[in-house]
């Protein structure tokens, strides 16, 4: 987390990289707990650089896990070649935002709408598409995650707001939710990705060592590579491995193992309980 940005918060809101909620889609999740202020904003900076954009269009997708009086949204800040900043906020509900205190701080609003299906392994997160407009003379300078409470009703923001209003705005309530991945893309198109009968799997160095009386310790090297012409370029992989039982009414138990940057992965002392009869990487 490089930069905090908004009301002060009292008690602080904590941002923190979440190991032990289920994550979207392997690794961890960026998670924001802690009591905000009914018209307060938060955000925290995830992202702070300088990438160049182009003149066209740019599909921003993110996935959140939230309560229900939680709202995350993004905001993209950019630098002009005439040094002029301007900051774009992303949400599903840019009413709920701009009803706020500090809504000013952006100059403008995007809605995001929720991608269908949703990720069947992962059934509390919610994935999220938005499209922004971008230009060749600006340059994407940070990204920031962006936090506030859900509102039933209209918050009044200027300076002449009554006593009660005042109060109710001032309160602190619970807030909780997750940030599960960004991706940014400059094309209009899904990925395709190749079929899983694509892949040829391979095991290597492959060592076994008794644990206890009801499972055993396994180590070895697993690579994969496409079994077709077709070659597809990844930044990374999620490694996960499936432990099959002799019962095929039983779900298997899926755990995942880590991320590799190449098509390579090695898996040290990894349990497997006795009932197991085979594995699925």
């Given at each position: 987390?490089?930069?905090?940005?908004?009301?002060?918060?009292?008690?602080?809101?904590?941002?923190?990289?979440?190991?032990?909620?289920?994550?979207?889609?392997?690794?961890d999740?960026?998670?924001?707990?802690?009591?905000?202020?009914?018209?307060?904003?938060?955000?925290?900076?995830?992202?702070?650089?300088?990438?160049?954009?182009?003149?066209?269009?740019?599909?921003?997708?993110?996935?959140?896990?939230?309560?229900?009086?939680?709202?995350?949204?993004?905001?993209?800040?950019?630098?002009?070649?005439?040094?002029e900043?301007?900051?774009?906020?992303?949400?599903?509900?840019?009413?709920?935002?701009?009803?706020?205190?500090?809504?000013?701080l952006?100059?403008?609003?995007?809605?995001?709408?929720?991608?269908?299906?949703?990720?069947?392994?992962?059934?509390?997160?919610?994935?999220?598409?938005?499209t922004?407009?971008?230009?060749?003379?600006?340059?994407?300078?940070?990204?920031?995650?962006?936090?506030?409470?859900?509102?039933?009703?209209?918050?009044?923001?200027?300076?002449?707001?009554?006593?009660?209003?005042?109060?109710?705005?001032?309160?602190?309530?619970?807030y909780?939710?997750?940030?599960?991945?960004?991706?940014?893309?400059?094309m209009?198109?899904?990925?395709?990705?190749?079929?899983?009968?694509?892949?040829?799997?391979?095991?290597?160095?492959?060592?076994?060592?008794?644990?206890?009386?009801?499972?055993?310790?396994?180590?070895?090297?697993?690579?994969?590579?496409?079994?077709?012409?077709?070659?597809?370029?990844?930044?990374?992989?999620?490694?996960?491995v499936?432990?099959?039982?002799?019962?095929?009414?039983?779900?298997?138990?899926?755990?995942?193992?880590?991320?590799?940057?190449?098509?390579?992965?090695?898996?040290?002392?990894?349990?497997?309980?006795?009932?197991?009869?085979?594995?699925?990487?």
């Open positions: 987390m490089l930069k905090y940005t908004g009301d002060e918060v009292q008690p602080p809101v904590r941002t923190s990289i979440n190991f032990k909620d289920d994550p979207y889609s392997g690794g999740c960026v998670t924001v707990q802690g009591s905000l202020r009914q018209n307060a904003i938060f955000s925290e900076q995830l992202f702070n650089g300088g990438l160049s954009m182009e003149d066209g269009y740019v599909h921003l997708f993110y996935s959140v896990n939230a309560e229900a009086n939680s709202d995350l949204g993004l905001s993209l800040d950019f630098s002009s070649r005439n040094k900043n301007t900051s774009i906020l992303i949400a599903e509900d840019i009413v709920t935002f701009s009803r706020k205190k500090q809504h000013r952006y100059s403008s609003y995007v809605q995001s709408d929720k991608v269908e299906p949703h990720a069947p392994d992962n059934q509390n997160w919610v994935i999220y598409r938005a922004v407009q971008s230009s060749a003379s600006y340059t994407l300078i940070g990204i920031n995650i962006v936090c506030t409470l859900k509102t039933s009703g209209k918050i009044n923001s200027e300076a002449d707001e009554d006593e009660s209003s005042e109060e109710d705005a001032n309160r602190s309530w619970p909780h939710a997750s940030l599960g991945h960004i991706s940014i893309r400059n209009d198109e899904n990925t395709q990705f190749p079929s899983a009968e694509s892949w040829v799997t391979e095991g290597k160095y492959i060592s076994w060592s008794n644990n206890s009386n009801t499972s055993k310790l396994l180590s070895l090297k697993i690579s994969w590579k496409l079994n077709t012409s077709h070659q597809a370029s990844f930044m990374k992989y999620n490694i996960y499936e432990k099959l039982i002799a019962d095929s009414s039983a779900k298997a138990s899926r755990s995942f193992l880590g991320v590799a940057t190449v098509e390579a992965f090695y898996v040290s002392d990894l349990q497997v309980p006795d009932e197991v009869t085979s594995l699925k990487f």
